[in-house]
C-alpha cells in the first residue's frame, strides 16, 4: 500500500475535546489511531495559523502605531505647518514692490540728518529775553554795535536813516542826511563844529 500523509484543513479549529483512548479499543489505525493523530495535528495546525496571524497582527499594530506616532509628530509641527492665524496675517502682508516702494520714500520717512537736527532744535515753549517789536522797558545798558562808514543805522519808517557813530573812543557823532534838531535844554555840551547837514557834541 502507498504511503500517505495526514491532510490539514486550510481553516483548522482548535478543538480540545479529542476522545481518549480505551483499553478496549482495538489497535485500529483506520477508525482509532488515524482520527487521534489527525486531531493532535489540527490542533497544531490551528494553533500555528494562529501564531503567526498574531505575530503578523503585532507586526502591523507595531507598523501602525509607528505610522500614528510619525503622523501626530508631523500634525504637531508647528514650525512646518502654517495657522491660520498666520496665513491671514501673511495674506495682508504687503507686496515686495510697495515695500520698495515705502521704503524708498524719502518725504514719508526721516533721514538721521533730519532727525538730528531736529532734535537739536529748541522747544516750543523756548524764549528769549528781549524787548518785543511794539515797545517795552530796557532796565539794563545798551551796547550797540555795527561796522561801516556810519556805524549803527536808525530807521523811523521812511527811506532815510539817522546813524550814531564813534570814531574815536568816547566821542559820539549824530549823522543826519536832512539835518539834526534839538529841542528842549541842552547841557554840558560844546559845539565844535556847525555845518548844514551835520552837528557834533563833545559830552565831558
Known amino acids: 500500500m502507498a504511503e500517505q500523509s495526514y491532510e490539514l484543513s486550510k481553516d483548522p479549529v482548535?478543538?480540545?475535546?479529542?476522545?481518549?483512548?480505551?483499553?478496549?479499543?482495538?489497535?485500529?489505525?483506520?477508525?482509532?489511531?488515524?482520527?487521534l493523530i489527525q486531531a493532535i495535528l489540527e490542533n497544531?495546525?490551528?494553533?500555528?495559523?494562529?501564531?503567526e496571524q498574531k505575530a503578523g497582527s503585532d507586526a502591523m499594530d507595531g507598523a501602525?502605531?509607528?505610522?500614528?506616532?510619525?503622523?501626530?509628530?508631523?500634525?504637531?509641527?508647528t514650525t512646518l505647518h502654517v495657522t491660520a492665524a498666520e496665513r491671514s496675517k501673511w495674506n495682508?502682508?504687503?507686496?515686495?514692490?510697495?515695500?520698495?516702494?515705502?521704503?524708498?520714500?524719502?518725504?514719508?520717512?526721516?533721514?538721521?540728518?533730519?532727525?538730528?537736527?531736529?532734535?537739536a532744535k529748541a522747544a516750543g515753549n523756548h524764549t528769549h529775553s528781549y524787548l518785543p517789536l511794539s515797545g517795552g522797558t530796557l532796565t539794563g545798558n545798551?551796547?550797540?554795535?555795527?561796522?561801516?562808514?556810519?556805524?549803527?543805522?536808525?530807521?523811523?519808517?521812511?527811506?532815510?536813516?539817522?546813524?550814531?557813530?564813534?570814531?574815536t573812543d568816547d566821542f559820539l557823532e549824530i549823522k543826519?542826511?536832512?539835518?539834526?534838531?534839538?529841542?528842549?535844554?541842552?547841557?554840558?555840551?560844546?559845539?565844535?563844529?556847525l555845518k548844514t547837514n551835520e552837528v557834533k557834541f563833545v559830552y565831558s
Open 14 to 35: 482548535y478543538n480540545e475535546a479529542i476522545r481518549k483512548l480505551q483499553n478496549t479499543d482495538f489497535a485500529d489505525a483506520f477508525t482509532v489511531f488515524n482520527p
Open 44 to 51: 497544531i495546525h490551528a494553533v500555528k495559523l494562529l501564531t
Open 64 to 77: 501602525l502605531a509607528q505610522q500614528s506616532k510619525a503622523l501626530d509628530t508631523h500634525a504637531k509641527n
Open 92 to 119: 495682508g502682508k504687503a507686496e515686495a514692490s510697495a515695500l520698495n516702494t515705502h521704503a524708498q520714500n524719502t518725504t514719508l520717512h526721516v533721514t538721521a540728518a533730519e532727525r538730528s537736527a531736529w532734535n
Open 142 to 167: 545798551l551796547r550797540l554795535k555795527n561796522s561801516g562808514n556810519y556805524g549803527l543805522k536808525l530807521n523811523f519808517g521812511d527811506s532815510d536813516y539817522v546813524y550814531f557813530y564813534e570814531p
Open 176 to 193: 543826519g542826511s536832512r539835518g539834526i534838531a534839538l529841542n528842549g535844554t541842552v547841557t554840558n555840551t560844546v559845539p565844535t563844529s
